[in-house]
């Protein structure tokens, strides 16, 4: 009898690489549940998904299982997210507790496939290794910022772009092969094998009541250990970044390019859905990137927004003209530019496109430039006035307007 990793033990990344027998020897042999065991003990646990939406687990389990026609499971192992290497660091380790977690969830729901898709970022010896011998098929997709997302991903699955679709058509009722299918991020998966294995109790030994389990971070910026960590849900974000040693920090974009900005005074907070509220961010993709007193908060958000509009899927107004204009005008504040309407417009074009797009992109692009706007309205007004506070910017200062 294999004995489960303790609360506070390294639950994820204590793996053994493509070793599937020190795997074994590791965390146990995977139980056969059937699909009423299974979405008992995922939604006992309060299993929320780990790839930015934080939908519950139990509740896409559930809707596929409804469907009339044999499902098919996805593993999303697009890391299209520049400042994340989570799912990379999960799949190179314990590549096993992915695809036990896609296994466990096929064999409950009788699926027609099972599927782990992985992006260019992914280094391809462990997980192909690892999947050698296991009922699942591995492919390989061209990645991109919007390639993760759940509609996106079922069409490059199907050989089309990889772009969002309509999204009143769920990928739970006509997916790949126009059948039923589940899309779990890797680090959810790896989570359901557990929580397979060890039960919902075992789960809950960590993490908050109301928000269980632990999750994987990606540390990145100015800290003296970046890399990829794994905390409680609901630790203080001054807690998650220790491991890291941050050196001078003044703000941490919580969530990634889609997040929004926490200052360094308010590191106590917890990174619960409820206390990042007041910032208008949330965990999301467990992104955690400090930036230091000496870099300009408005360039690097300027280089961000810039990326962002050049990522979209360019289906729709919002991405067309909205992220453009948004990027060109926060260009123009980040070098000097001594127009006093560029805030206003800027705020402006966020609320625009907010909720008007064909995903979620617009939003999230959005929202990080209104928390740009709102945490460093000191280096705004700086700039509106041709100079800049921070010791070490890329960009000429005192453009005429």
């Given at each position: 009898m294999t004995t489960a990793p303790s609360a506070l033990a390294r639950r994820l990344l204590d793996g053994a690489g493509a070793d599937h027998e020190a795997h074994v020897a590791r965390?146990?042999?995977?139980p056969g549940l059937r699909l009423d065991d299974l979405l008992a003990a995922v939604a006992d646990s309060g299993l929320t998904g780990r790839g930015g939406?934080?939908?519950?687990?139990?509740?896409?389990?559930?809707?596929?299982?409804?469907?009339?026609?044999?499902?098919?499971v996805v593993g999303n192992g697009i890391e299209g997210e520049p400042l994340s290497s989570k799912d990379a660091v999960l799949l190179n380790r314990n590549p096993h507790l992915v695809l036990d977690g896609l296994e466990v969830l096929a064999r409950a729901l009788h699926a027609k496939r099972a599927i782990?898709?992985?992006?260019?970022?992914?280094?391809?010896?462990?997980?192909?290794?690892?999947?050698?011998?296991?009922?699942?098929?591995?492919?390989?997709?061209?990645?991109?910022?919007?390639?993760?997302?759940?509609?996106?991903?079922?069409?490059?699955l199907n050989g089309q772009a990889p772009l969002p679709r309509d999204p009143?058509?769920?990928?739970?009722?006509?997916?790949?092969?126009?059948?039923?299918?589940?899309?779990?991020?890797?680090?959810?998966?790896?989570?359901?094998?557990?929580?397979a294995r060890y039960?919902?109790?075992?789960?809950?030994?960590?993490?908050?009541?109301?928000?269980?389990?632990?999750?994987?971070?990606?540390?990145?910026?100015?800290?003296?250990?970046?890399?990829?960590?794994?905390?409680?849900?609901?630790?203080?974000?001054?807690?998650?970044?220790?491991?890291?040693?941050?050196?001078?920090?003044?703000a941490v974009l919580v969530g990634g390019y889609h997040g929004a900005w926490v200052p360094a005074s308010d590191l106590g907070a917890r990174l619960t859905?409820?206390?990042?509220?007041?910032?208008?961010?949330?965990?999301?993709?467990?992104?955690?990137?400090?930036?230091?007193?000496?870099?300009?908060?408005?360039?690097?958000?300027?280089?961000?927004?810039?990326?962002?509009?050049?990522?979209?899927?360019?289906?729709?107004?919002?991405?067309?003209?909205?992220?453009?204009r948004m990027a060109s005008d926060l260009h123009?504040?980040?070098?000097?530019?001594?127009?006093?309407?560029?805030?206003?417009?800027?705020?402006?074009?966020?609320?625009?496109?907010?909720?008007?797009?064909?995903?979620?992109h617009p939003d999230g692009s959005a929202r990080f430039v209104a928390s740009t706007l709102r945490v460093f309205r000191g280096h705004v007004a700086a700039h509106l006035e041709g100079r800049c506070p921070s010791a070490r910017s890329t960009r000429a200062r005192s453009v005429a307007s």
């Open positions: 965390y146990g042999a995977l939406g934080g939908f519950p687990a139990a509740t896409k389990v559930r809707a596929v299982a409804q469907g009339a026609r044999r499902p098919v782990l898709a992985v992006g260019p970022e992914i280094e391809p010896g462990p997980v192909t290794d690892a999947a050698r011998r296991r009922p699942v098929h591995l492919v390989a997709l061209a990645g991109g910022f919007v390639a993760g997302q759940e509609t996106a991903l079922v069409n490059g009143f058509t769920r990928v739970t009722e006509s997916g790949v092969d126009d059948r039923p299918t589940l899309v779990l991020n890797v680090e959810t998966l790896a989570q359901i094998a557990l929580v039960g919902a109790t075992w789960f809950r030994s960590a993490g908050l009541p109301d928000d269980p389990g632990t999750s994987l971070f990606t540390i990145s910026g100015s800290v003296s250990r970046p890399g990829v960590i794994e905390a409680e849900r609901g630790a203080r974000l001054s807690d998650a970044l220790a491991p890291a040693r941050p050196v001078r920090p003044a859905r409820a206390e990042l509220a007041p910032y208008s961010a949330s965990v999301g993709t467990g992104i955690l990137h400090v930036l230091d007193t000496e870099t300009c908060p408005l360039d690097l958000s300027a280089d961000v927004m810039d990326y962002l509009a050049r990522q979209s899927a360019r289906q729709c107004g919002p991405c067309l003209n909205g992220l453009p123009r504040l980040a070098v000097g530019v001594r127009d006093p309407d560029l805030p206003n417009e800027l705020e402006r074009m966020a609320a625009l496109v907010t909720g008007r797009g064909a995903c979620a």
